[in-house]
DNA sequence: AATGCGGGGTG
DNA sequence: CACCCAGCATT
């Protein structure tokens, strides 16, 4: 199932647009600096490539400011303890990012001496970094001319070319589109793609008649690009019902403890709540006591949608094990994830 | 090659 | 509601 367009993938064209019209964000420089011999940091780009891995950009910007103010350089994030990184990370998700993040600092520190490598290859190795992220590193601050395959990137090349089948389908084929595309500021083109997709090759609207690819585009030339790319079929969503216990003691601080390190919001804090099953079980309180149903909480993630009962009760503070005590007011400063968040302004706490 | 892993923006 | 986002690690 061969790719084929009347016209290779023009990258003069896109740098020529991204020159004009270059998104203006934190971590970027800009095409006219990059010009002038400005370079971007590579802590900088690393960590704002893990953050922005299946992450909008607007999601994104608040913490890499917080991140890079918190710690300027990959030798503050190295020396910083984990939870705190975790504490940081809260709210966005996909907290084995966090982990890996921390890992990848200490690793480039010890071994590397405070000096990312400079090689696509070389940086894959690293915790945290896979092919895209190597990718995108080495040519954002290296120029090196590699294929930078993300997802914008799958949608805009499944327009161009017409894809009749799902990009999962067709990866290596997309890459080697791509990759004897790539022109000598490797950097600024795969911006502008990146760019591109998410302006000009939006998932639901296509501004061809702006695009600097219109002229090759099978997609536009067809007339219905929104058709591309081919979905594959859905999974169904299950759902799973259990309980969360909020607990507060005489003077109205909340019971807190970590979840396991491994799976679901690993290492993170929470309420205890029962086990999660398809069918809602009653009740099991953690100890005795009035008990108060505060509502209902529904999160829905990646695979499965999750209901919690919310219960509260004021218990005293011995018989449990494992966890701490939280004041109210300090619970902005822990490490947890927005479903728990979500349960505890239930409970009538702030997050 | 499939699956598990968050949360928010957007139409 | 559904869809999808600058994907990676694990199996």
């Known amino acids: 199932m061969p790719l084929s367009s009347p016209h290779a993938l023009d990258s003069s064209a896109v740098l020529a647009w991204y020159d004009l019209h270059a998104r203006d964000l934190p971590w970027r420089v800009s095409p006219a600096d990059r010009r002038t011999g400005v370079k971007p940091d590579p802590y900088k780009i690393w960590l704002s490539e893990v953050m922005l891995q299946q992450t909008t950009v607007a999601a994104v910007k608040s913490y890499f400011v917080r991140f890079t103010s918190l710690w300027p350089t990959v030798f503050d994030l190295a020396n910083a303890p984990l939870d705190s990184v975790l504490r ?131 997609a536009a030339r067809e007339g219905n690009p929104l058709l591309y790319p081919i979905k594959p079929a859905k999974a169904e969503r299950p759902v799973r019902k259990g309980h969360a216990f909020v607990m507060l003691d005489a003077a109205g601080d909340v019971y807190l403890q970590s979840r396991p390190g491994k799976g679901l919001l690993a290492g993170m804090t929470e309420v205890p709540t029962s086990e999660w099953s398809a069918d809602l079980v009653d009740p099991i309180y953690p100890l005795p006591a009035n008990w108060r149903h505060r509502g209902q909480v529904v999160h829905i993630f990646t695979h499965f949608r999750l209901e919690l009962e919310v ?29 728990f968040r979500k349960v505890l302004a239930a409970a009538g706490l702030d997050g």
């Open 311 to 339: 219960w509260s009760a004021v218990v005293p503070p011995e018989g449990l094990d494992g966890g701490w005590w939280s004041e109210p007011a300090l619970l902005g400063g822990e490490a947890l994830p927005t479903l």
């Open 88 to 218: 940081e990370w809260a709210g966005l998700g996909y907290y084995a990012r966090a982990r890996n993040l921390h890992a990848c600092a200490v690793t480039v520190v010890r071994d590397h001496g405070g000096v990312f490598p400079t090689s696509s290859v070389a940086l894959q190795s690293l915790p945290g970094i896979g092919a895209y992220t190597s990718a995108a590193i080495a040519a954002i601050c290296f120029d090196e001319p590699v294929a930078v395959l993300d997802g914008n990137l799958d949608r805009v090349l499944a327009r161009y070319y017409a894809l009749s089948v799902p990009v999962r389908d067709a990866k290596e084929q997309l890459r080697a589109a791509l990759q004897v595309a790539v022109p000598h500021r490797a950097g600024d083109f795969a911006q502008a793609m990146m760019d591109l997709g998410a302006t000009i090759c939006a998932p639901r609207n296509a501004s061809c008649l702006i695009c600097p690819l219109q002229p090759g585009c099978m």
